[in-house]
């Protein structure tokens, strides 16, 4: 298991000028780390709906990279998006599963069969063209770059350091994000999409 902060240095690395969705608590640690907010987009409190939004931006952005960072809490509530994302063969896009296998969020409980689903081999058999499976960040680190230049549909599947928040959900700290509108906005600009 390694840990998302260091998870995501190493990515940031090899970003380029990616679009990244980021999902789950493990995800929180990309908006101190990002070097490129505009490209970025937060969905937090979307669970199970992340990966579609993902696809769906991946397939309306052809000539962007669409990377995806993922949680198998949110996998596990949309499981049919492996054979739908494999199926519509979006070239540009990367599926990064963070697996703590917890729900984080909510306490920690562990997620259903936490610790025995191979959830590259699910995604191998659904059909994406590149699947890879990393338990430690030497190896993750080492590989990053390959998996950037791979054509998609990409999936990563990675086993994280649960990040468990135990205090109250009204008491806990959160930092200040973007709105909808903004986010929104501000995309628009960066990619120049002009709306009628």
């Not at 260091?6 to 980021?22: E, P, T, Y």
């Not at 190896?139 to 135990?166: H, L, R, T, W, Y």
């Amino acid at each position: 298991m390694f840990d998302s902060a260091d998870m995501f240095r190493a990515f940031n690395q090899h970003r380029g000028k990616s679009i990244v969705l980021v999902t789950g608590t493990c995800g929180r640690d990309w908006r101190g780390i990002s070097e490129d907010e505009k490209r970025d987009l937060t969905l937090q409190g979307a669970m199970g709906q992340t990966n579609s939004a993902a696809l769906g931006f991946a397939l309306s952005q052809p000539d962007e990279k669409v990377v995806l960072f993922d949680s198998e809490g949110c996998l596990q509530m949309n499981m049919g998006i492996l054979g739908t994302i494999a199926g519509m063969k979006p070239k540009n896009f990367v599926h990064f599963l963070m697996d703590n296998g917890v729900y984080a969020t909510t306490g920690g409980q562990p997620t259903p069969n936490s610790g025995n689903i191979n959830f590259a081999g699910m995604a191998n058999e659904a059909g994406y063209t590149s699947t890879f499976s990393f338990d430690n960040l030497e190896d993750f680190a080492d590989s990053i770059e390959q998996v950037m230049e791979a054509e998609g549909p990409v999936f990563v599947a990675m086993k994280m350091i649960p990040k468990v928040e135990n205090e109250p959900i009204g008491r806990r700290v959160r930092n200040p994000q973007r709105g909808r509108a903004e986010t929104i906005k501000v995309m628009q600009e960066e990619l120049g999409i002009k709306m009628a």
